[in-house]
Protein backbone atom coordinates (compact mmCIF):
# COMPACT_ATOMS: atom_id res chain seq x y z
CA UNK A 1 0.00 0.00 0.00
CA UNK A 2 2.91 2.19 0.91
CA UNK A 3 4.27 1.43 -2.70
CA UNK A 4 1.10 2.42 -4.39
CA UNK A 5 0.73 5.73 -2.32
CA UNK A 6 3.88 7.01 -2.72
CA UNK A 7 4.09 5.78 -6.53
CA UNK A 8 0.45 8.38 -6.74
CA UNK A 9 2.78 11.06 -4.67
CA UNK A 10 5.18 10.56 -7.09
CA UNK A 11 3.02 10.84 -10.69
CA UNK A 12 1.98 14.01 -9.18
CA UNK A 13 5.07 15.60 -7.89
CA UNK A 14 6.40 14.58 -11.08
CA UNK A 15 3.98 16.22 -13.35
CA UNK A 16 4.36 19.22 -11.96
CA UNK A 17 8.14 18.80 -12.03
CA UNK A 18 7.70 18.01 -15.95
CA UNK A 19 6.08 20.94 -16.81
CA UNK A 20 8.52 23.76 -14.68
CA UNK A 21 10.95 21.62 -16.60
CA UNK A 22 9.16 22.12 -19.80
CA UNK A 23 9.13 25.85 -20.07
CA UNK A 24 12.73 26.09 -19.21
CA UNK A 25 14.01 23.45 -21.41
CA UNK A 26 11.98 25.66 -24.17
CA UNK A 27 13.78 28.54 -22.96
CA UNK A 28 16.87 27.21 -22.79
CA UNK A 29 16.28 25.25 -26.01
CA UNK A 30 14.87 28.25 -28.43
CA UNK A 31 17.18 31.05 -26.97
CA UNK A 32 20.56 29.25 -25.72
CA UNK A 33 20.08 31.39 -22.53
CA UNK A 34 20.49 29.52 -19.51
CA UNK A 35 17.44 31.03 -17.38
CA UNK A 36 18.13 29.70 -13.91
CA UNK A 37 16.30 32.47 -12.65
CA UNK A 38 13.18 29.77 -13.85
CA UNK A 39 12.77 29.27 -10.51
CA UNK A 40 12.12 32.56 -9.32
CA UNK A 41 9.19 33.11 -11.99
CA UNK A 42 7.39 29.83 -9.99
CA UNK A 43 8.24 31.04 -6.31
CA UNK A 44 6.56 34.61 -7.90
CA UNK A 45 3.91 32.68 -9.48
CA UNK A 46 3.04 30.94 -6.22
CA UNK A 47 3.26 33.62 -4.02
CA UNK A 48 1.14 35.97 -6.33
CA UNK A 49 -1.68 32.89 -6.41
CA UNK A 50 -1.30 32.75 -2.13
CA UNK A 51 -1.06 36.51 -1.59
CA UNK A 52 -4.55 37.33 -3.58
CA UNK A 53 -6.47 33.57 -2.73
CA UNK A 54 -5.54 33.27 0.88
CA UNK A 55 -4.70 36.54 2.27
CA UNK A 56 -7.30 39.05 0.53
CA UNK A 57 -9.56 36.36 -0.24
CA UNK A 58 -10.03 36.90 -4.23
CA UNK A 59 -11.79 34.32 -6.42
CA UNK A 60 -9.30 31.89 -7.60
CA UNK A 61 -9.35 32.26 -11.23
CA UNK A 62 -8.71 35.78 -10.57
CA UNK A 63 -5.70 34.89 -8.21
CA UNK A 64 -4.89 32.40 -11.04
CA UNK A 65 -4.40 34.88 -13.50
CA UNK A 66 -2.84 37.54 -11.85
CA UNK A 67 -0.16 34.66 -11.18
CA UNK A 68 0.02 33.85 -14.73
CA UNK A 69 0.78 37.82 -15.22
CA UNK A 70 2.96 38.21 -13.13
CA UNK A 71 5.19 35.24 -14.00
CA UNK A 72 4.68 36.54 -17.88
CA UNK A 73 6.06 39.40 -16.96
CA UNK A 74 8.98 38.78 -14.94
CA UNK A 75 10.11 36.08 -17.77
CA UNK A 76 9.64 39.08 -20.47
CA UNK A 77 11.44 41.76 -18.35
CA UNK A 78 14.31 40.12 -17.73
CA UNK A 79 15.18 38.99 -20.75
CA UNK A 80 14.58 42.47 -21.99
CA UNK A 81 16.79 44.00 -18.77
CA UNK A 82 19.31 41.73 -18.04
CA UNK A 83 19.49 38.82 -20.78
CA UNK A 84 19.25 41.36 -23.80
CA UNK A 85 22.45 43.73 -22.78
CA UNK A 86 24.18 40.93 -21.63
CA UNK A 87 23.99 39.32 -25.24
CA UNK A 88 24.38 42.52 -26.89
CA UNK A 89 28.13 42.87 -25.92
CA UNK A 90 29.26 38.90 -25.20
CA UNK A 91 27.45 36.63 -23.34
CA UNK A 92 29.55 33.90 -22.52
CA UNK A 93 27.02 30.78 -21.21
CA UNK A 94 28.59 31.81 -17.80
CA UNK A 95 28.15 35.57 -17.69
CA UNK A 96 24.63 34.43 -18.05
CA UNK A 97 24.30 32.06 -15.39
CA UNK A 98 25.87 34.61 -12.74
CA UNK A 99 23.83 37.09 -13.85
CA UNK A 100 20.21 35.08 -13.61
CA UNK A 101 21.67 33.06 -10.70
CA UNK A 102 22.03 36.89 -8.66
CA UNK A 103 18.19 37.77 -9.96
CA UNK A 104 17.39 33.69 -7.99
CA UNK A 105 19.01 35.34 -5.27
CA UNK A 106 17.04 38.62 -5.12
CA UNK A 107 13.85 37.55 -5.67
CA UNK A 108 14.08 34.66 -3.28
CA UNK A 109 15.62 37.33 -0.49
CA UNK A 110 12.26 39.86 -1.40
CA UNK A 111 9.84 37.04 -0.98
CA UNK A 112 11.75 36.28 2.52
CA UNK A 113 11.06 39.85 3.60
CA UNK A 114 7.63 40.63 2.14
CA UNK A 115 5.96 37.17 3.10
CA UNK A 116 8.26 35.29 5.82
CA UNK A 117 10.88 32.39 5.40
CA UNK A 118 8.51 30.24 6.89
CA UNK A 119 6.52 27.65 4.86
CA UNK A 120 2.92 28.93 3.73
CA UNK A 121 -0.05 27.40 1.97
CA UNK A 122 -2.68 27.94 0.42
CA UNK A 123 -5.86 25.34 1.63
CA UNK A 124 -8.37 25.38 -0.82
CA UNK A 125 -11.34 22.76 -0.74
CA UNK A 126 -9.60 20.51 -2.97
CA UNK A 127 -6.50 20.09 -0.79
CA UNK A 128 -7.64 17.74 1.36
CA UNK A 129 -7.22 13.92 0.58
CA UNK A 130 -9.35 11.60 0.47
CA UNK A 131 -9.29 7.45 1.41
CA UNK A 132 -9.44 5.85 -2.43
CA UNK A 133 -9.28 2.30 -0.89
CA UNK A 134 -7.68 1.35 2.70
CA UNK A 135 -4.39 3.28 3.56
CA UNK A 136 -4.12 5.10 -0.40
CA UNK A 137 -5.06 9.05 0.14
CA UNK A 138 -5.17 11.09 -2.57
CA UNK A 139 -6.11 14.75 -2.98
CA UNK A 140 -8.25 15.80 -5.96
CA UNK A 141 -5.00 17.82 -6.60
CA UNK A 142 -3.61 14.42 -8.05
CA UNK A 143 -6.15 14.49 -10.54
CA UNK A 144 -6.11 18.26 -11.61
CA UNK A 145 -2.18 18.16 -11.80
CA UNK A 146 -2.00 15.42 -14.49
CA UNK A 147 -4.80 16.82 -16.20
CA UNK A 148 -3.07 20.34 -15.83
CA UNK A 149 0.10 18.76 -17.54
CA UNK A 150 -1.72 17.13 -20.10
CA UNK A 151 -3.69 20.03 -21.28
CA UNK A 152 -0.59 22.52 -21.14
CA UNK A 153 1.89 20.23 -22.95
CA UNK A 154 -0.61 19.10 -25.86
CA UNK A 155 -1.46 23.30 -25.64
CA UNK A 156 2.21 23.88 -26.57
CA UNK A 157 2.80 21.19 -29.04
CA UNK A 158 0.05 22.21 -30.74
CA UNK A 159 1.34 26.04 -30.60
CA UNK A 160 4.98 25.06 -31.67
CA UNK A 161 3.52 22.77 -34.55
CA UNK A 162 0.40 24.84 -35.96
CA UNK A 163 1.67 28.85 -35.47
CA UNK A 164 3.99 30.80 -37.29
CA UNK A 165 5.49 32.48 -33.73
CA UNK A 166 5.95 28.57 -32.87
CA UNK A 167 7.18 27.23 -36.02
CA UNK A 168 10.13 30.33 -35.56
CA UNK A 169 10.57 29.08 -32.44
CA UNK A 170 11.47 25.70 -33.59
CA UNK A 171 13.84 26.92 -36.00
CA UNK A 172 15.53 29.34 -33.51
CA UNK A 173 16.61 26.37 -31.55
CA UNK A 174 18.11 24.85 -34.76
CA UNK A 175 19.70 28.31 -36.31
CA UNK A 176 19.91 31.35 -35.31
CA UNK A 177 21.92 32.83 -38.02
CA UNK A 178 19.47 31.10 -40.34
CA UNK A 179 16.22 32.57 -38.73
CA UNK A 180 17.76 35.72 -38.90
CA UNK A 181 18.41 35.31 -42.82
CA UNK A 182 14.64 34.81 -43.37
CA UNK A 183 13.76 38.41 -41.89
CA UNK A 184 12.61 36.77 -38.05
CA UNK A 185 14.34 38.79 -35.10
CA UNK A 186 15.83 36.79 -32.47
CA UNK A 187 15.71 39.11 -29.94
CA UNK A 188 11.38 39.35 -30.41
CA UNK A 189 11.03 35.77 -30.48
CA UNK A 190 13.62 35.13 -27.15
CA UNK A 191 10.49 37.47 -25.36
CA UNK A 192 7.94 34.93 -26.86
CA UNK A 193 10.07 32.00 -25.62
CA UNK A 194 10.12 33.53 -22.04
CA UNK A 195 6.66 34.72 -22.06
CA UNK A 196 5.46 31.14 -23.06
CA UNK A 197 8.44 29.83 -20.55
CA UNK A 198 7.08 31.73 -17.66
CA UNK A 199 3.32 30.85 -18.50
CA UNK A 200 4.31 27.17 -17.97
CA UNK A 201 5.06 27.58 -14.56
CA UNK A 202 2.03 28.63 -13.59
CA UNK A 203 -0.10 25.56 -13.36
CA UNK A 204 2.61 24.13 -11.00
CA UNK A 205 3.46 27.34 -8.61
CA UNK A 206 -0.96 26.99 -8.09
CA UNK A 207 -1.02 23.30 -7.64
CA UNK A 208 2.40 23.60 -5.61
CA UNK A 209 0.94 26.11 -2.86
CA UNK A 210 -2.48 24.45 -3.00
CA UNK A 211 -0.95 20.87 -2.29
CA UNK A 212 2.73 20.72 -0.07
CA UNK A 213 3.20 24.33 0.08
CA UNK A 214 5.73 26.95 -0.40
CA UNK A 215 8.26 29.12 0.94
CA UNK A 216 11.13 31.43 -0.33
CA UNK A 217 13.53 29.01 -1.36
CA UNK A 218 10.86 26.70 -3.26
CA UNK A 219 12.40 28.82 -6.33
CA UNK A 220 15.58 26.93 -6.11
CA UNK A 221 14.50 23.81 -5.48
CA UNK A 222 12.12 23.63 -8.14
CA UNK A 223 15.28 25.06 -10.66
CA UNK A 224 17.68 22.69 -9.63
CA UNK A 225 14.70 19.59 -10.56
CA UNK A 226 14.21 21.69 -13.61
CA UNK A 227 17.73 21.41 -14.66
CA UNK A 228 18.12 18.01 -13.71
CA UNK A 229 15.12 17.23 -15.74
CA UNK A 230 16.29 19.14 -18.79
CA UNK A 231 19.67 17.43 -18.32
CA UNK A 232 18.63 13.94 -18.08
CA UNK A 233 15.51 14.16 -20.47
CA UNK A 234 18.20 15.73 -23.14
CA UNK A 235 18.60 19.14 -23.57
CA UNK A 236 16.27 20.37 -26.65
CA UNK A 237 13.79 18.07 -26.19
CA UNK A 238 10.24 18.91 -24.50
CA UNK A 239 8.49 15.41 -24.38
CA UNK A 240 12.75 14.31 -22.68
CA UNK A 241 12.01 17.17 -19.90
CA UNK A 242 8.34 16.25 -19.56
CA UNK A 243 9.26 12.60 -18.61
CA UNK A 244 12.32 13.22 -16.74
CA UNK A 245 10.43 15.20 -14.68
CA UNK A 246 8.27 12.22 -14.39
CA UNK A 247 10.93 10.08 -13.52
CA UNK A 248 12.36 12.85 -10.99
CA UNK A 249 9.30 13.15 -9.17
CA UNK A 250 8.98 9.15 -8.83
CA UNK A 251 12.63 8.30 -7.77
CA UNK A 252 12.21 11.21 -5.33
CA UNK A 253 9.43 10.20 -4.14
CA UNK A 254 9.90 6.32 -4.16
CA UNK A 255 13.06 6.69 -2.64
CA UNK A 256 11.28 7.15 0.57
CA UNK A 257 10.26 3.63 0.43
CA UNK A 258 14.26 2.44 0.89
CA UNK A 259 16.14 5.17 2.74
CA UNK A 260 14.96 7.71 4.94
CA UNK A 261 13.16 10.77 4.07
CA UNK A 262 16.57 13.08 4.26
CA UNK A 263 17.26 11.77 1.39
CA UNK A 264 14.81 12.03 -1.04
CA UNK A 265 16.62 15.20 -2.90
CA UNK A 266 20.15 13.50 -2.85
CA UNK A 267 18.92 10.90 -4.56
CA UNK A 268 17.49 12.81 -7.68
CA UNK A 269 20.71 14.62 -8.47
CA UNK A 270 22.65 10.61 -7.50
CA UNK A 271 20.40 9.91 -10.49
CA UNK A 272 21.45 13.54 -12.80
CA UNK A 273 24.85 12.57 -11.72
CA UNK A 274 24.86 8.96 -13.19
CA UNK A 275 23.05 10.75 -16.84
CA UNK A 276 25.73 13.22 -16.39
CA UNK A 277 28.75 10.51 -16.05
CA UNK A 278 27.45 7.75 -18.92
CA UNK A 279 24.33 9.93 -20.95
CA UNK A 280 25.67 13.39 -20.89
CA UNK A 281 22.77 13.70 -24.27
CA UNK A 282 19.87 12.16 -22.16
CA UNK A 283 17.05 10.09 -23.24
CA UNK A 284 16.48 12.13 -26.37
CA UNK A 285 18.84 14.46 -26.88
CA UNK A 286 21.22 15.39 -29.49
CA UNK A 287 25.37 14.02 -28.40
CA UNK A 288 26.10 17.57 -27.12
CA UNK A 289 29.45 16.84 -24.81
CA UNK A 290 31.71 19.14 -24.67
CA UNK B 1 36.52 46.65 19.10
CA UNK B 2 40.01 44.95 18.72
CA UNK B 3 38.46 41.73 19.45
CA UNK B 4 35.41 42.38 16.27
CA UNK B 5 38.42 44.11 14.09
CA UNK B 6 40.59 40.61 14.51
CA UNK B 7 37.30 38.47 13.96
CA UNK B 8 37.12 39.84 10.96
CA UNK B 9 40.09 39.86 9.10
CA UNK B 10 40.21 36.02 10.01
CA UNK B 11 37.06 35.37 8.27
CA UNK B 12 38.43 37.63 5.61
CA UNK B 13 41.69 35.48 5.56
CA UNK B 14 39.84 31.99 5.73
CA UNK B 15 37.40 33.34 2.89
CA UNK B 16 40.22 34.53 0.73
CA UNK B 17 41.79 31.76 0.56
CA UNK B 18 38.51 29.47 -0.53
CA UNK B 19 37.43 32.65 -2.86
CA UNK B 20 41.47 32.01 -4.55
CA UNK B 21 41.23 28.19 -4.79
CA UNK B 22 37.88 28.31 -6.08
CA UNK B 23 38.92 31.21 -8.71
CA UNK B 24 42.00 28.34 -9.79
CA UNK B 25 39.68 26.16 -11.17
CA UNK B 26 36.92 28.87 -12.23
CA UNK B 27 39.50 31.54 -13.87
CA UNK B 28 42.31 29.20 -14.88
CA UNK B 29 40.77 26.09 -15.87
CA UNK B 30 37.33 27.41 -16.80
CA UNK B 31 35.56 24.85 -14.08
CA UNK B 32 32.15 26.79 -12.62
CA UNK B 33 31.93 24.52 -9.84
CA UNK B 34 29.02 25.36 -6.96
CA UNK B 35 30.16 22.83 -4.43
CA UNK B 36 33.37 24.48 -3.14
CA UNK B 37 31.76 24.75 0.27
CA UNK B 38 31.79 20.93 0.07
CA UNK B 39 35.20 20.52 0.27
CA UNK B 40 35.32 23.39 2.32
CA UNK B 41 33.57 21.37 4.50
CA UNK B 42 35.62 18.08 4.11
CA UNK B 43 38.14 20.09 5.68
CA UNK B 44 36.85 21.02 8.50
CA UNK B 45 35.10 17.95 9.48
CA UNK B 46 38.18 15.60 9.06
CA UNK B 47 40.36 18.14 10.97
CA UNK B 48 37.62 18.36 13.68
CA UNK B 49 37.32 14.75 13.69
CA UNK B 50 40.96 14.24 13.95
CA UNK B 51 41.54 16.35 16.55
CA UNK B 52 38.58 15.90 18.64
CA UNK B 53 38.80 11.84 18.35
CA UNK B 54 42.62 11.33 18.05
CA UNK B 55 44.30 14.09 19.42
CA UNK B 56 46.06 14.48 16.54
CA UNK B 57 48.22 17.79 16.26
CA UNK B 58 47.51 20.47 13.11
CA UNK B 59 50.75 18.95 11.47
CA UNK B 60 48.45 15.84 11.09
CA UNK B 61 45.15 16.84 10.61
CA UNK B 62 45.67 19.54 7.48
CA UNK B 63 47.80 17.22 5.35
CA UNK B 64 44.95 14.39 6.00
CA UNK B 65 42.33 16.65 5.78
CA UNK B 66 44.17 18.04 2.47
CA UNK B 67 44.55 14.46 0.90
CA UNK B 68 40.88 13.79 2.13
CA UNK B 69 39.59 16.21 0.23
CA UNK B 70 42.03 15.48 -2.65
CA UNK B 71 40.73 12.62 -3.20
CA UNK B 72 36.98 13.13 -2.88
CA UNK B 73 37.67 15.81 -5.78
CA UNK B 74 37.81 13.34 -7.95
CA UNK B 75 34.32 12.80 -7.80
CA UNK B 76 34.13 16.36 -8.81
CA UNK B 77 37.04 15.67 -11.48
CA UNK B 78 35.22 12.98 -13.24
CA UNK B 79 32.33 15.36 -14.71
CA UNK B 80 34.64 17.91 -16.16
CA UNK B 81 36.04 15.89 -18.20
CA UNK B 82 33.21 14.27 -19.50
CA UNK B 83 31.10 17.68 -19.98
CA UNK B 84 31.35 21.28 -19.71
CA UNK B 85 29.41 24.55 -19.59
CA UNK B 86 25.69 23.99 -17.92
CA UNK B 87 26.54 20.53 -17.84
CA UNK B 88 28.93 21.03 -15.28
CA UNK B 89 27.23 23.66 -13.69
CA UNK B 90 24.61 21.14 -12.97
CA UNK B 91 26.72 18.38 -11.85
CA UNK B 92 28.54 20.61 -9.17
CA UNK B 93 24.99 21.57 -7.74
CA UNK B 94 24.04 17.74 -7.74
CA UNK B 95 27.22 17.27 -5.80
CA UNK B 96 26.59 20.28 -3.20
CA UNK B 97 23.34 18.68 -2.51
CA UNK B 98 24.40 15.36 -1.91
CA UNK B 99 27.35 16.36 -0.20
CA UNK B 100 25.64 18.12 1.94
CA UNK B 101 22.89 15.12 2.76
CA UNK B 102 26.12 12.86 3.74
CA UNK B 103 27.19 15.79 5.96
CA UNK B 104 24.30 15.88 7.99
CA UNK B 105 23.43 12.48 7.98
CA UNK B 106 26.99 10.48 8.59
CA UNK B 107 26.32 11.37 12.51
CA UNK B 108 29.22 9.01 13.95
CA UNK B 109 31.67 11.83 12.25
CA UNK B 110 30.24 14.83 11.52
CA UNK B 111 27.58 14.65 14.30
CA UNK B 112 24.77 15.48 12.46
CA UNK B 113 22.72 18.42 11.96
CA UNK B 114 24.36 19.20 15.78
CA UNK B 115 28.08 19.39 14.71
CA UNK B 116 31.48 18.85 16.12
CA UNK B 117 31.86 20.67 19.29
CA UNK B 118 34.87 21.15 21.33
CA UNK B 119 38.00 21.19 18.73
CA UNK B 120 40.82 21.96 20.72
CA UNK B 121 42.84 25.19 19.52
CA UNK B 122 45.79 24.88 17.49
CA UNK B 123 48.80 23.80 19.41
CA UNK B 124 52.77 24.54 18.17
CA UNK B 125 55.57 23.00 20.33
CA UNK B 126 53.42 22.32 23.74
CA UNK B 127 52.00 26.42 23.43
CA UNK B 128 48.14 26.57 22.72
CA UNK B 129 47.81 29.46 19.85
CA UNK B 130 44.85 30.69 21.88
CA UNK B 131 45.32 34.71 21.45
CA UNK B 132 42.84 35.68 18.59
CA UNK B 133 46.34 38.00 17.24
CA UNK B 134 48.40 34.52 16.95
CA UNK B 135 45.81 32.71 15.51
CA UNK B 136 45.08 35.63 12.74
CA UNK B 137 48.82 35.35 12.35
CA UNK B 138 48.24 31.47 11.40
CA UNK B 139 45.42 32.13 9.09
CA UNK B 140 47.71 35.08 7.45
CA UNK B 141 50.79 32.76 6.85
CA UNK B 142 48.19 30.25 5.13
CA UNK B 143 46.75 32.76 3.13
CA UNK B 144 50.27 33.51 1.81
CA UNK B 145 51.60 30.97 1.36
CA UNK B 146 48.49 29.61 -0.81
CA UNK B 147 48.92 32.99 -3.08
CA UNK B 148 52.43 31.97 -3.32
CA UNK B 149 51.94 28.24 -4.52
CA UNK B 150 48.61 29.59 -6.75
CA UNK B 151 51.17 32.66 -8.13
CA UNK B 152 54.17 29.79 -9.15
CA UNK B 153 51.35 27.72 -10.76
CA UNK B 154 48.93 30.13 -12.85
CA UNK B 155 52.61 31.15 -14.25
CA UNK B 156 54.35 27.83 -15.03
CA UNK B 157 53.76 26.02 -17.99
CA UNK B 158 50.87 23.91 -15.87
CA UNK B 159 49.07 27.33 -15.37
CA UNK B 160 49.55 28.17 -19.29
CA UNK B 161 47.79 24.51 -20.20
CA UNK B 162 45.22 25.29 -18.16
CA UNK B 163 44.49 28.44 -19.64
CA UNK B 164 44.79 27.04 -23.28
CA UNK B 165 42.61 24.21 -21.86
CA UNK B 166 40.17 27.13 -20.78
CA UNK B 167 40.17 28.64 -24.22
CA UNK B 168 40.21 25.87 -26.34
CA UNK B 169 40.22 22.34 -25.14
CA UNK B 170 40.79 20.43 -28.59
CA UNK B 171 43.52 23.03 -29.74
CA UNK B 172 45.30 21.89 -26.37
CA UNK B 173 44.71 18.01 -27.10
CA UNK B 174 46.17 18.60 -30.71
CA UNK B 175 48.73 20.14 -29.24
CA UNK B 176 49.54 16.92 -27.46
CA UNK B 177 48.72 17.94 -24.21
CA UNK B 178 47.41 15.37 -21.34
CA UNK B 179 44.20 17.39 -21.13
CA UNK B 180 42.29 15.17 -18.31
CA UNK B 181 45.48 14.85 -16.18
CA UNK B 182 45.68 18.72 -16.21
CA UNK B 183 42.14 19.19 -15.33
CA UNK B 184 41.99 16.41 -12.51
CA UNK B 185 45.09 17.77 -10.96
CA UNK B 186 43.69 21.07 -11.12
CA UNK B 187 40.62 20.48 -9.28
CA UNK B 188 42.27 18.22 -7.04
CA UNK B 189 44.83 21.15 -6.40
CA UNK B 190 41.72 23.00 -5.96
CA UNK B 191 39.95 21.26 -3.47
CA UNK B 192 42.80 20.25 -1.02
CA UNK B 193 43.84 23.87 -0.35
CA UNK B 194 40.02 24.75 0.12
CA UNK B 195 40.47 22.10 2.77
CA UNK B 196 42.88 24.11 4.67
CA UNK B 197 40.46 27.13 4.90
CA UNK B 198 38.48 23.89 6.40
CA UNK B 199 40.92 22.89 8.98
CA UNK B 200 41.38 26.35 9.84
CA UNK B 201 37.82 27.31 9.81
CA UNK B 202 37.20 24.38 12.40
CA UNK B 203 40.12 25.23 14.85
CA UNK B 204 39.37 28.81 14.92
CA UNK B 205 35.31 28.68 16.08
CA UNK B 206 35.78 25.31 17.84
CA UNK B 207 32.59 24.21 16.83
CA UNK B 208 31.10 23.25 13.29
CA UNK B 209 28.17 22.25 11.67
CA UNK B 210 26.24 21.73 8.14
CA UNK B 211 24.89 24.84 8.15
CA UNK B 212 28.03 26.79 7.23
CA UNK B 213 29.12 24.34 4.42
CA UNK B 214 25.67 24.53 2.56
CA UNK B 215 24.77 25.91 -0.99
CA UNK B 216 24.28 29.51 0.36
CA UNK B 217 28.53 29.12 1.01
CA UNK B 218 29.70 27.90 -2.05
CA UNK B 219 27.42 30.61 -3.94
CA UNK B 220 29.17 33.14 -1.83
CA UNK B 221 32.38 31.91 -2.54
CA UNK B 222 31.70 32.17 -6.09
CA UNK B 223 30.33 35.89 -5.52
CA UNK B 224 33.46 36.28 -3.99
CA UNK B 225 35.80 35.80 -7.14
CA UNK B 226 33.14 36.71 -9.99
CA UNK B 227 32.55 40.55 -8.08
CA UNK B 228 36.45 40.50 -7.46
CA UNK B 229 37.28 39.42 -10.83
CA UNK B 230 37.40 35.53 -12.59
CA UNK B 231 41.28 35.05 -14.13
CA UNK B 232 42.80 37.63 -11.60
CA UNK B 233 45.22 36.95 -8.97
CA UNK B 234 44.28 39.98 -6.83
CA UNK B 235 40.14 39.84 -7.80
CA UNK B 236 39.14 37.11 -5.04
CA UNK B 237 41.00 38.52 -2.35
CA UNK B 238 39.04 42.19 -3.14
CA UNK B 239 36.04 40.02 -3.75
CA UNK B 240 36.36 38.38 -0.34
CA UNK B 241 37.21 41.16 1.41
CA UNK B 242 34.77 43.06 0.48
CA UNK B 243 31.76 40.21 0.82
CA UNK B 244 32.91 39.77 4.43
CA UNK B 245 33.03 43.55 5.01
CA UNK B 246 29.28 43.98 3.57
CA UNK B 247 27.53 42.68 6.72
CA UNK B 248 29.54 45.00 9.24
CA UNK B 249 28.81 48.65 7.27
CA UNK B 250 25.18 47.43 6.72
CA UNK B 251 24.76 47.12 10.00
CA UNK B 252 25.77 50.76 10.62
CA UNK B 253 23.29 52.31 8.62
CA UNK B 254 20.55 52.90 10.81
CA UNK B 255 17.88 53.08 8.53
CA UNK B 256 17.61 49.23 7.37
CA UNK B 257 15.61 46.78 9.68
CA UNK B 258 18.43 44.96 11.56
CA UNK B 259 16.61 41.46 11.58
CA UNK B 260 17.32 41.65 8.10
CA UNK B 261 20.37 41.95 7.73
CA UNK B 262 21.20 38.30 5.76
CA UNK B 263 18.35 38.65 3.74
CA UNK B 264 19.64 42.34 2.40
CA UNK B 265 23.40 41.27 2.54
CA UNK B 266 22.29 38.41 0.04
CA UNK B 267 20.16 40.95 -2.05
CA UNK B 268 22.83 43.23 -2.35
CA UNK B 269 25.31 40.62 -3.86
CA UNK B 270 22.81 39.06 -6.13
CA UNK B 271 22.33 42.88 -7.14
CA UNK B 272 25.89 43.26 -7.58
CA UNK B 273 26.50 39.96 -9.47
CA UNK B 274 23.59 41.12 -11.86
CA UNK B 275 25.16 44.23 -12.51
CA UNK B 276 28.59 43.15 -13.05
CA UNK B 277 27.58 40.80 -15.43
CA UNK B 278 25.59 43.52 -17.71
CA UNK B 279 28.04 46.55 -17.55
CA UNK B 280 31.45 45.10 -15.80
CA UNK B 281 31.50 40.95 -16.65
CA UNK B 282 35.08 41.06 -15.92
CA UNK B 283 34.52 41.83 -12.20
CA UNK B 284 36.06 44.91 -10.37
CA UNK B 285 39.46 44.18 -10.91
CA UNK B 286 39.12 42.41 -13.94
CA UNK B 287 39.56 43.85 -17.71
CA UNK B 288 36.79 45.39 -19.08
CA UNK B 289 35.17 42.06 -20.90
CA UNK B 290 37.81 40.58 -23.16
CA UNK B 291 40.08 38.13 -21.94
CA UNK B 292 37.58 35.50 -21.54
CA UNK B 293 35.70 32.72 -24.08
Not at chain 1, 37 to 45: M, N
Amino acid sequence: MLLLQLLINGIQVGALYGLTAVGFSLIFGSTKIFHFAHGSAFAIAAYVFYYLYSVTAAHWLVAALAAAVAAVLFGILLDRLVYAPIQRHEGSFFTVFVASFGVGIVVQNVLGMVFGRSFVAVSTPLSRSVEIFSGVFVSPLAGIAILCVALFFGGLQLFLMRTHIGMALRALSENTELVRVFGLRPRQLSTYAFALGSLLVVPAAILTAAGSGINPAIGHHVMLISLAATIVGGVGSLRGAACAGLLLGLAENLALWVFEPQWSEAVTFIVLFLFILFRPSGFFGRAVTS
Amino acid sequence: MLAYVLNLATLICINAILAITLNFIMGYAGIFSIAHAIFFGVGAYTAAFLAVSAGASIFVTVPVAMAVAGVLSLALALPALRVRGEYFVAASLGLQVIGVTIFSEWKSVTGGIGGVIGIPPIEVMGHALADPIEFLAVALLCLIAIIAVIHVLVGSSFGRNLKAIRDSESASLAFGKNVAVIKTLSVVLSASLAAVAGALYAYYLSFINVERFMRDTSVLIMAMVIIGGTGTLLGPIVGAALLMLLPGVLRYLPFLPQTEIGSIQQIAYGLAMVLLMIYRPGGIVGATGGEKK
